[in-house]
Nanobody, 116 residues
Framework: QVQLVESGGGLVQPGGSLRLSCAAS????????MGWYRQAPGKQYELVAR???????IYADSVKGRFAMSRDNAKDTVYLQMNSLKPEDTAVYYC??????????WGQGTQVTVSS
């Protein structure tokens, strides 16, 4: 019954910015942790950023200083602000929520393409 829906992806030039949104069907505080993952063509998926119920965040080294994760409880939504985008950021980005330490929920993904 839990549903996560990503949006905000698109085609941008190197150096550009995008903001991804992940809308949840219920309170984001019902999740122990929420995160953003990405999968580039022909490569395994990787953690981009995550935030705990208490607000602690962690980022992949490759995006530190460029990406920022945030949340809006009133809208049951988490965000990923992406700045100074590089071609290597091109991937499908997925939203993930975890409950009870083992229950995982995934969104359908949104495509981000960084190219001239």
């Amino acid at each position: 019954q839990v549903q996560l829906v990503e949006s905000g992806g698109g085609l941008v030039q190197p150096g550009g910015s995008l903001r991804l949104s992940c809308a949840a069907s219920e309170s984001i505080f019902s999740f122990d942790v929420m995160g953003w993952y990405r999968q580039a063509p022909g490569k395994q998926y990787e953690l981009v950023a995550r935030i705990t119920r208490g607000g602690s965040t962690i980022y992949a080294d490759s995006v530190k200083g460029r990406f920022a994760m945030s949340r809006d409880n009133a809208k049951d939504t988490v965000y990923l602000q992406m700045n100074s985008l590089k071609p290597e950021d091109t991937a499908v980005y997925y939203c993930k929520g975890i409950r009870g330490g083992k229950y995982e929920y995934w969104g359908q993904g949104t495509q981000v393409t960084v190219s001239s």
